[in-house]
Structures are given as structure tokens and as C-alpha cells.
């Protein structure tokens, strides 16, 4: 670009110079005593010839005008976007946060905030994050043991990835000031996002809401909508807690959340309660802000992986023939 400005810059030099020169040549004979049939065939030679040069130069103009695109305007700065998301180490683990971390790839202005729930941080974790190609943050805090699910304990009976939300929530209040602007939004690692799903809680004031596919035991669990305010809430169980809603159908404003420095999840929520849990200090129902078409458009999706069955792998591991532990699954 600045060889193209110093080129055109030239050209205009020359086009000047060329014209200055003329012009001095025409003054210098006015009233000079001549042939004026020898001079007029002069001048008309010299006018023809300076034409040419003008012309030319003109084309070189019109040529390199061509080669010059203007400059863009520069892109409006986005508020970040904060996805916390909390792990724990098991079979499937790499492939969900792989799937998870490919989605968030192709979102701009964006700050993935990882929590293992370990009491260290893990190889797998640390190597997937370093690859990813995002800006992240790689938190670690272990879950109590008493809040702990057993083996054979269902996914409902203790809240999951309590500490590690709370955790992600204090490293934005140690490392961002109030006048900061982005929303903070929580994604299991085990759901399925729409990329549509992020420009929809970009700009979130408040509290900003959507549905949520394939949740308690529903086609989808969502907000109602009247006049553009959240009046209640389709869902069929426990439909009179405070918010009614997945972890997966909210996004909260940063600066709302720091302005809020207690603001927590709760570890001895009833169950059901997590979310209302925390929602409850920020918001009230009327100011909720009803994103994806008045909350009538599904961009999120409570997915789950299945458990891979290892009876193969078990019965190998008995005869001393397991698989490879030192290959990464």
C-alpha cells in the first residue's frame, strides 16, 4: 500500500512539472519577433508532444488508481464473551471438550474458561487447551468428597460442577474491573451449541434467556413471552421454583456479576435449585431478556454422550492383554 502511495505521488510530481514547463515555454515567446510560421510549427510539435506526455501520464494515473483498494473501517470491538465451562476427568472427557472447543473456534471475542474439577490440573486438559488455538483460562478445584457422586449414582442426585462455576466466577472478579464489558455464559461440555446461540447473548444488558432442547424430559423447556417480557415458564418439572431453567438457557452481563461480589452458586442447593440459586441475587423474572425469535427458536441442546461399554476392554485387561494405556482417548 505505501509503495502504491509513493508511486502516485510521482506520477502527480511529474504531471506538475511537465505542465510548469509548458507554461514557462508559452510565456518566453510571447512578444518575441520571429518566423512565426517556423515558431507555430514549433509549438504545435511541442503541444503535441506534451499531450502525449500528458496522456500517458493520465493512463499511468488511471492504472495505479485501479491497483489501490480502499482501506477497511475497522471492526467494532466486540464485548467478550466468558464460556465457563467445568470438566471432570472420564472415558469420553477429551471428545466432548474437542466438540466443545471446534464450536467455539468460530466465535469471535471470545474467552474460554476451563475448570477441571481435580486437585491437579491434568496432562489431557493442559495439551487439549494449549491446541485449541482459543484464549483460555485452565482452573483446577476438586469437588468435596461428601458432594461427590458414587459410582451408580444418577447424574440428578448431587449438584455437579458447583465449586468449579464459583471458582470461574472469582477469577472475573480478581481480573476484570467493573467497567469492563462481556456476558458469562455456562457450557457443559456434554451439550450441543448453535453458533447462532453466541451472536444471540452478545450484547446481554442483564440477564439474557432462550430455550433449551431435549431437557426434563421435554422436546425442549423455554421462557414465556408476552410483549416482549418473560411472563413464566413451559416446563413441566417443579415448575414453581424462582427460575425454572437449565444451566444452558442464561447468560449474565459481566459487569452485573461484579457489581454483585457475593453472588454464588450454591453447593447445598436443593436439587433443581442450582440455577434459581444464583439468578435469584442478580435478576427478577421482568427484567430477563428474551433472545432467539421471543424465545420460540432452540439453539442449545441438553445432548449427552453415552457410556462407552468396556466389557471387551475388561475382559482383555483380565488375561494381561488390555489396550495401550499410553495412548490418549
Excluded at 29 to 37: A, H, M, R, V
Excluded at 114 to 142: C, F, I, M, P, R
Excluded at 268 to 278: D, K, N, P
Aim: proline fraction near 6%; charge should be neutral.
Amino acid at each position: 500500500m505505501l509503495n502504491m502511495k509513493m508511486k502516485l505521488k510521482n506520477v502527480f510530481v511529474m504531471y506538475f512539472f511537465v505542465s510548469i514547463l509548458g507554461l514557462m515555454y508559452a510565456l518566453m515567446q510571447l512578444g518575441q519577433p520571429c518566423d512565426c510560421t517556423q515558431h507555430m510549427k514549433q509549438n504545435s510539435d511541442f503541444v503535441r508532444n506534451q499531450d502525449r506526455a500528458i496522456s500517458k501520464l493520465q493512463n499511468e494515473v488511471k492504472k495505479l488508481q485501479a491497483q489501490v483498494k480502499p482501506e477497511e473501517p475497522p471492526k467494532p470491538i466486540l464485548p467478550i464473551i466468558y464460556v465457563i465451562t467445568p470438566t471432570f476427568t472420564r472415558l469420553v472427557q477429551k471428545a466432548e471438550l474437542v466438540r466443545l472447543s471446534q464450536t467455539l473456534m468460530h466465535v469471535p471475542s471470545l474467552h474460554w474458561i476451563v475448570v477441571e474439577d481435580a486437585a491437579t490440573k491434568t496432562s489431557l486438559v493442559t495439551e487439549l487447551l494449549k491446541q485449541s488455538g482459543l484464549q483460555y483460562t485452565h482452573l483446577n478445584v476438586e469437588t468435596p468428597k461428601d458432594f461427590k457422586l458414587k459410582e451408580g449414582d444418577p447424574n440428578w442426585l448431587k449438584p455437579r460442577g458447583v465449586e468449579q462455576r464459583n471458582l470461574a466466577l472469582q477469577w472475573l472478579r480478581d481480573n476484570r474491573e467493573l467497567s469492563d464489558e462481556g456476558v458469562v455464559y455456562f457450557a457443559d461440555d456434554d451439550n450441543t451449541y448453535s453458533l447462532q446461540l453466541f451472536q444471540e447473548m452478545r450484547f446481554t444488558k442483564r440477564v439474557s434467556v432462550w430455550p433449551v432442547g431435549l431437557v426434563g424430559g421435554m422436546r425442549f423447556e423455554r421462557p414465556l413471552v408476552e410483549n416482549g417480557k418473560v411472563t413464566g415458564f413451559y416446563t413441566a418439572w417443579k415448575p414453581n421454583r424462582p427460575f425454572p431453567m437449565d444451566m444452558a438457557g442464561f447468560a449474565i452481563s459481566l459487569q452485573l456479576l461484579l457489581a454483585n461480589p457475593t453472588a454464588h452458586f450454591h453447593l447445598e442447593a436443593e436439587r433443581g435449585y442450582l440455577e434459581s440459586s444464583l439468578l435469584e441475587t442478580l435478576v427478577s423474572i421482568e427484567e430477563l431478556e428474551p433472545k432467539a425469535d421471543q424465545c420460540r427458536k432452540v439453539l442449545i441442546w441438553h445432548t449427552r454422550t453415552e457410556k462407552p461399554k468396556m466389557k471387551q476392554e475388561e475382559a482383555l485387561q483380565k488375561q494381561g492383554l488390555g489396550s495401550d494405556i499410553t495412548i490418549e482417548v
